[in-house]
């Protein structure tokens, strides 16, 4: 099967996550996206999730860095894609990364522009709190 | 916190499931819904989510009860939302249910209807494969 175009926009995210380029960051998103930054905070529109993104950054002291793993994507109504995908995050002084499965809700534009409309990075695990 | 509306709606597709009302159930989708059936198997469209669920319920032998845990729903942009949520199935010959951490795109109609536009019940467990 060939690769899902949401899986390069994903890695592409990712690396703008690595490299701190987050006005980057922020071109993957919908104005009024929703961020899970853990479990019971959420941050929304841009200028929180901006925010959120520099806050984690320095939390890992500046050296995050986000890889993919397994994807599924399930395409449905009204230009929605429901988005399942391993994520490693190699932070410093841990010689394992942390692997969650992520959670994504994306939505097409009517340019044919995917947006991410719900990142949680938490995946079903948010069930546990 | 007060119950989110989408709970209440869950809670009434699964009745409908249990009662197999599929007409009553196909209310609950939006037109070119996915659904997921079991893994690498999806269903488009309410004519085929229909069929899905006629064949799902013989499966089961007519014995399928659903019933709902724990929920989490993160509304994002556009007016879509991703819900988390536990799902219980008794089935018939076993005395413990089965335990599914199901993830679900919803999205409201200009109208102020929630459809349902993704509805995957194996949730993140469909990277497994």
């Not at 899902?4 to 994903?10: A, F, G, K, V």
């Not at 950054?57 to 994507?73: D, E, I, T």
Request: net charge negative; glycine share 6%; aromatic share 6%.
């Amino acid at each position: 099967m060939a690769e899902h175009e949401l899986r390069q926009l994903i890695e592409a995210a990712d690396r703008a996550i690595t490299a701190e380029d987050f006005d980057g960051l922020m071109e993957f998103y919908a104005d009024d996206a929703t961020l899970v930054v853990k479990p019971g905070l959420n941050a929304t529109g841009k200028t929180q999730i901006r925010k959120a993104f520099v806050a984690i950054a320095a939390h890992f002291k500046n050296a995050l860095k986000v890889r993919q793993g397994r994807m599924q994507v399930i395409e449905g109504a009204d230009n929605t894609a429901l988005v399942l995908m391993e994520t490693l995050l190699d932070v410093e002084g841990q010689a394992e990364p942390i692997v969650r499965r992520a959670t994504y809700v994306f939505r097409k534009s009517e340019a044919g522009r995917w947006l991410c409309a719900v990142d949680n990075s938490y995946g079903t695990s948010l069930l546990d709190g």
